[in-house]
């Protein structure tokens, strides 16, 4: 498959506080995908991005297809403590067939 | 309503031993997904089956087999367990792979512990 660096690793923030994380890829994605895992859970579909320069919103989060195809990042605004968990980018092009590749996930801690 | 759903939720069992994990997806969708996390937590296709034919077969050990006996439901089967087959095993399923705005939705998981 082809990596994804997904940045940064962990964070460790407040309630309230804004958070951003991002994906970059050498290879071009037709498609950009974010997702939540909970402990013991699947992951979650949060935002689904299909066009470069999108811009995408859904309740507090805020995601965005790069113009070059190669990157997204993912914003989370006034942060609480249910945002605890591991987020993960996911892209998909040609070369991965139907498959997704997976960053290595960003695990959000928020203190109350 | 579960819309992928896999069971069991737990296996642990010791190495050798023969195994299968099951899932179902009641989205009506045309494609299914295994896909193994390992102990850092990292996603990784293993196999995907679109309408009952097999579309995406990574490098994975041939004692991994899967089946679907019809489009709702992909199967996996574990010959021989090895102690490095302990993972989470995530099953998915999609409306249909190919379309643009194809997206994936995933199971509960299936946590393999191989003694």
């Known amino acids: 498959g082809q990596q994804l660096n997904q940045s940064p690793q962990s964070m460790f923030i407040q309630e309230g506080e804004d958070v951003s994380m991002n994906c970059t890829s050498s290879?071009?994605?037709?498609?950009w995908l974010w997702y939540k895992q909970d402990p013991g859970e699947g992951p979650v579909l949060l935002i689904a991005?299909?066009?470069?320069?999108e811009l995408t919103s859904n309740g507090r989060l805020t995601a965005q297809f790069g113009i070059t195809r190669k990157d997204s990042f993912l914003n989370i605004s006034a942060s609480i403590p249910s945002d605890v968990g591991i987020y993960f980018c996911a892209g998909r092009n040609s070369n991965s067939g139907y498959a997704l590749n997976f960053g290595k996930g960003t695990s959000l801690l928020v203190t109350p | 309503d579960t819309a992928v759903s896999q069971t069991p939720k737990y296996l642990v069992t010791q190495m050798g031993n023969d195994k299968s994990i099951k899932c179902e997806q009641n989205l009506g969708h045309d494609t299914m997904y295994w896909y193994k996390q390992d102990s850092k937590k990292f996603l990784k296709i293993m196999f995907s089956?679109?309408?009952?034919?097999?579309?995406i077969n990574e490098t994975v050990p041939n004692r991994f087999s899967p089946k679907s006996p019809d489009k709702a439901h992909l199967n996996l089967h574990i010959n021989s367990l090895e102690l490095g087959d302990s993972a989470v095993y995530f099953c998915?399923?999609?409306?249909?792979?190919?379309?643009?705005?194809?997206?994936?939705?995933f199971g509960p998981g299936t946590r393999l512990t191989v003694l």
């Open positions: 991005l299909y066009k470069a320069g």
């Open positions: 998915a399923s999609s409306p249909q792979a190919g379309l643009t705005t194809d997206t994936q939705y």
């Open positions: 290879s071009i994605f037709n498609t």
């Open positions: 089956y679109n309408n009952k034919e097999l579309i």
